[in-house]
C-alpha cells in the first residue's frame, strides 16, 4: 500500500515547486491523510495538461465512467484541478502540491490534517534545487505608484483585474491555518481573490464565493489598509492575489529569512529614502514586513536589501519621503498565463519525463 503512496509523493517531486521526502516519512502520512488508495493510483496519470476523463481513465486502465466518478471526487476534494471548456466538457489537471492542493484545502483544514502537514514541513530533507521562475511575484500597491513611473500592465494591480471577468474570494489558507493552531494576526481572512479559471474552481467546489469586479478593487483598498502584500501569480493574466502579512504567509515568512529579499523576490521596484524629506512619523516602519524600514537611534533606517517593492511604505508616507524606482531588468520574461508558469518550472526542474508526460 505504502508503494502507491511513494509513486504519488515522487509524481507530486517532479510537480513545480516539487514534493520533497522527509526524514521521518511523513510525506507518506500526509498524502494518505489526503488520498484514498484508490485516489493516489488514479492521481499519478493526470498531467499538467487539462484533458477529459477518457484520456486518463485510458492509461489507469479504468472505464471512463469509473475514471469521471473518480476525478470528479479528487477535484471536490482539492487533490487536482478541473475546468470546463468552452464546449462544456470538463476537463482535469495535476495540481502541484504548493502553490495548487495545500492551498486547495482551505475548507478542509481538520487538526488530523495540519498535524501531519506540520510533521511533513518539520522533516523535510533540506537539498538542492534548480533555479526556477517563482510562481508568485510581488506588485505595488497603485496607491505607491508615482503618475511619472513607468508601470507595465501586469505591474498594475488594477490592470491585472480589469483583464477578467470572473472574480471570487477565497480565505487565506495561511491566516486560517495560524487561526486554527492558536495563533496568527487580526488581518482580515477574507483576501485571497481569485480571476478566471481558478474563480470557477472555487466558487464550483465550495472553496470560495463569487463577487464582482467592484468588491474585488474594495477588498484590495482593504488590503492596503490592514498592511497587507500584493503577491499574484507570476503571469501576465493571472490566477490570483495573496494579500499577505509577513507573521503568517508562507511567501513573505519564506522572504524574511533570506539575508537579501530583495535579491529573492520577483519584483519590478525597490523603495529610494530621503532622509532629508523624513519627520520621522515611523508609518513606514510600522507597515513594513520585511523590517526594511526600522528605527535607529531614534533616527528611521533604510535596508535596500531587504525591500521587496510592495509600497506599503509610500503610499503612507507624508512628506514624499519614500519612493518607488525600477529595479533593473533581470530578463526575465513572464508566463501568459499561471498555468504556463507551472509548465515552465516544471520544464526548469527537468520533470518532463513525468509518467505519462508532464505536457
Known sequence: MDEVYRRLAEHLDRLPDGFPPSESGAEIRLLRRLFTLEEAELAV???????????IASRAHLTEEEAERRLGEMARKGLIFSA??????VLYQAAPFVI???EFQVNRLSDEFLK?????WSTVKEREEPRTISQMRTIPINESIDPRLEVLPYENVYALVEAHDKFAVAP???????????????????TCLIFGDFADYYVRTGRGRRITKEEVKQLL???????????????????AICCCCGCCCGILRGLKYEKKPSEAVASSFIAEYDKSKCIGCLKCVDRCQMDAMTLDANSVRSNKDR???CGLCVSTCPTGALSLVRKPDRGEKLPETFFDTWRVIAKQRGAAHLNGGCF
Open 221 to 239: 483598498a482593504k488590503a492596503n489598509e490592514a498592511n497587507l502584500v500584493l503577491n499574484p501569480t507570476n503571469s501576465m493574466l493571472i490566477s
Open 307 to 309: 525591500c521587496i517593492g
Open 116 to 120: 501531519d502537514l506540520s510533521d511533513y
Open 84 to 89: 470546463e471548456s468552452e464546449e462544456g466538457k
Open 45 to 55: 496519470h493526470l498531467t499538467l495538461e487539462r484533458e477529459g476523463a477518457e484520456a
Open 100 to 102: 495548487g492542493i495545500y
Open 172 to 190: 487565506c489558507i495561511c491566516r486560517s491555518r495560524a487561526k486554527k493552531l492558536g495563533r496568527g494576526c487580526d488581518a482580515p481572512i477574507d
